[in-house]
């Protein structure tokens, strides 16, 4: 029988005895993630990669009652534990309230997972994490407790509203050090705590789990005015996505329309309504986790919002360990300033004329801007159509006596079309008009563009065709995207064999 440590154990101990049984027998049952017990359902057992169900009988009132009547009070948003330990149940009810199903999930504590991240945690700046769920930001926040109570020797206070920092019970989890836990009796008291804890306790750090109303960040603003270190996580998966919610925008400084005069608008070539931030970001830094050793972080929180309200895509810093344990830090690359006009009327007399300007249509502008600086040509972004020397635009964007083609016969400016909105298409573009390409920047520039095509699958669903290159340079792109835990095949027929890149499974 394989072994089992004494927590997971405690789990095991709740559930009906049939199911105990067949999971203790079970292989891979130091890996179970949760267990689901739905009523008239078979057993189900949920591992990383598979799901294993349970033979015998369908799950029955009784089996489920039984586990009720074995773990703590469920709360308000229908979760209960088990005393000192993570486990957390969460329940299903029918219409008259009765409980139908239940959701048994694993909690463990894992020791060293921030060591990638520790300076971060350690800097005394407010940290906010972001990642879909399971992902392991509660895990995060426990140990970054820990560490800051433990070995900083910080006064912490925790607050746990659904006890999966610290646990069930009255006692937390020593997973959390000597950090100090505040319990929420309701979901929607969590915000009162959280004033609560810094009015009444000292703490030198507040710990706050999924932050996800309007009153909770408000709260999160308060604690940061008055100096205490904040580190919580929301509900968002990417730094944009944190951006474009109303709710918790506030937590990266809030955004703000706001109305240009005549001449400031002029002055920096935009629209006269613009969207601008509000203040300075409550959270200093933000922690997008990508995969589960993969970090992109954004130690300049207010730079890199201001840059996405420009059209322009913030780079982090990315953080990823290594199967051996090594750790790898790509830093985040110096955002380059836009070109001053002594710079282009230098590029014009070597060049022997003006740089080229290039107006994007359904064509993104950040790709686009990236691929002219990664290759150092000699153009810019038009942000007027009557100012471009010619016109970048997608196929479906380009069909016959449509507005933009209309416009461009008016106008006399050359149309150019891409297949798709994708880096890699645009940087084909790129190559093809300046001619770009000795065999140092060919691979340069392929290397480059692999990057940008792993940093934009990871939010796809389908897999991206990247331009094609001989044998030795797919290689290279091949490594890149094994480092990167991706999959890869090489397709077509040369001379036009190319990298495939497949999303995360």
Known sequence: ???????????????????????????????????VLD?????????????????????????????????GEFSGDNRAGIERTLH????????????????????????????????????????????????????????AARILSDKLNKRVIVVDTSNEIAGDGDIPHPGIGKSRRMQVAAPELQHQVMIEGVENHMPEVIIVDEIGTEAEAAACRT???????????????????????????????GIQSVILGDEEAKRRHTQKAILERKAMPTFDIAIEIRER?????????????????????????????????????????????EPTTEELEQVKQEKGRGPVKIFPFGVNRGHLERGLRAMQLPAVVALKLDEADLILTIKPKAKPRSKIMKV??????????????????????????FGAGSKEETEEIALREVAGAIDQIRGAKKAIDINPQNAYIRRLQHQLVEEAGLNSESVGEEPKRRLRIYPPL
């Open 1 to 35: 029988m394989p072994k089992v440590d004494e927590e997971l154990l405690q789990l095991l101990e709740v559930l009906p005895p049939r199911v105990k049984q067949a999971l203790l027998k079970h292989p891979d049952i130091a890996a179970l993630i949760e267990v």
């Open 39 to 71: 009523l008239g359902r078979i057993p189900e057992a949920r591992f990383e990669a598979k799901v294993y169900y349970v033979s015998g009988d369908q799950v029955s009132q009784d089996d489920i009652d039984f586990v009720v009547s074995q773990v």
């Open 88 to 143: 957390r149940i969460s329940c299903l009810r029918n219409r008259r309230g009765k409980i139908i199903g239940l959701t048994c999930r694993v909690g463990r504590v894992i020791y060293g997972t921030n060591d990638i991240i520790q300076d971060v945690i350690e800097s005394g700046r407010n940290i906010l994490f972001m990642g879909p769920p399971g992902i392991g930001k509660t895990t995060k926040l426990r140990e």
């Open 223 to 253: 604690i940061a005015e008055r100096g205490v270190q904040l580190i919580g996580t929301a509900h968002g998966n990417t730094l944009e996505n944190i951006i474009s919610n109303p709710t918790l925008s506030d937590l990266v400084g």
């Open 293 to 337: 050793d993969m970090y992109a972080i954004y130690l300049d929180v207010a730079k890199a919002v201001d840059a996405q309200l420009r059209g322009k895509v913030p780079q982090p810093e990315l953080r990823v360990r290594k199967a051996g344990g090594k750790i790898e830090i790509q830093k985040a690359p110096e955002i380059m300033p």
């Open 408 to 433: 461009a016969e008016e106008h006399h400016i050359p149309v150019h079309v891409i297949k798709k909105n994708v880096s890699s298409q645009i940087t084909k573009f790129l190559k093809y008009y």
